[in-house]
C-alpha cells in the first residue's frame, strides 16, 4: 500500500536534510574535468576518467561483462570525494549485498524502477539535485521496446542539465543507445569463469573495452550512432517517491506511479 501524501512529503523533507547536511553544494567548483573510476582499461582510455558534466554511455552487451564491478568503483569514487552516487536502477536488477565493503552503501542513494519510463522521468528529477557528483542510470535490464520509445530529445535534454555542472552521469545500455552521449565505451566480452575465485581488483585488471566515442575537448570525434524512436512515446503518470527500509542504517526509495 502506498503512503499517503504527508507520507511522501515528509519522505523527500528526510532525504532532503540527510543530503544537505552530509553533501557539499553542486556546480562548477574547480574540480578536475574527469573523475577516476579505478578501472585501468577505462580511465586508461579515457585519460584519467570519466568526464564532467556530461552524459558517459558504457555499453554491456554480453552478461557478466563487468556492469556490476563498474558500480563498486562508482561508489568508491563517492567515497573518495566524500558524495553520494545516485544509482537509478531502472529493471530493480542491482544486489546490494554483492557491494564490499558493505559501508560504501552509506553513500548510495538507490531508486528502484519498474521500467524504462521511470527510470527516465527519475534520472530527469535526479540529475538536477546539486548534491550528487555521480549520477549511474542502469537501463541494462529494460525491455528493449521500452528503450527504443525513449525519444533523442530526452538524451539532449539531460546533457544540457548536466553540462554546467560538476556531476558524472554515466549510462549503463545493453545496446548503443545515447545519441548526446560524449563518449561511449563498449564492453563485448564476458568475463571468465575463473573470475568467481578472483579479487575484485583483478578482476578489474581483466576489463578492456573498446571506444566507441570519444567526443569533446582532448578527445578524437568518432561518427554519432542515433537510435530510432519508432513511434515516440507514451505519456506517463507522475511518479512519487515512496520510502523502504533496507537495514537499519539506509532507506531505499521506489518510484510508484499515482
Known sequence: MLPCAQDRRDAFARLRQRLDARCQSGGRTGMEPL????????DGL????LPRGALSELVFSARSSGGQLLLVHL?????R????????????????QTIEPPTLLHHLLWVRCSGAAQAMQAADLIARDSNFALLALDL????ARD???????????????????????AVLTPRHLVPAARIRLAFHRPLPLTALAMEQADIA????????????SGFNTQPEVVTGTRGGSRSQPPLTLVPETVDDDREAYTFAAG
Open 147 to 169: 528503450l527504443r520509445r525513449v525519444p533523442s530529445t530526452t538524451w539532449y535534454r539531460l546533457h544540457r542539465v548536466v553540462e554546467p555542472t560538476d556531476m558524472v552521469l
Open 75 to 79: 561508489l568508491h569514487a563517492a567515497r
Open 81 to 96: 570525494s566524500h558524495r553520494f552516487l545516485a544509482l537509478v536502477d531502472g529493471a530493480d536488477g542491482f544486489d546490494p
Open 35 to 42: 573523475l577516476p573510476t579505478g578501472l585501468p582499461g577505462v
Open 140 to 143: 541494462r535490464g529494460c525491455e
Open 46 to 49: 579515457l585519460g584519467g576518467g
Open 205 to 216: 585488471e581483466q576489463l578492456a573495452p573498446e571506444v566507441d566515442r570519444l567526443k569533446g
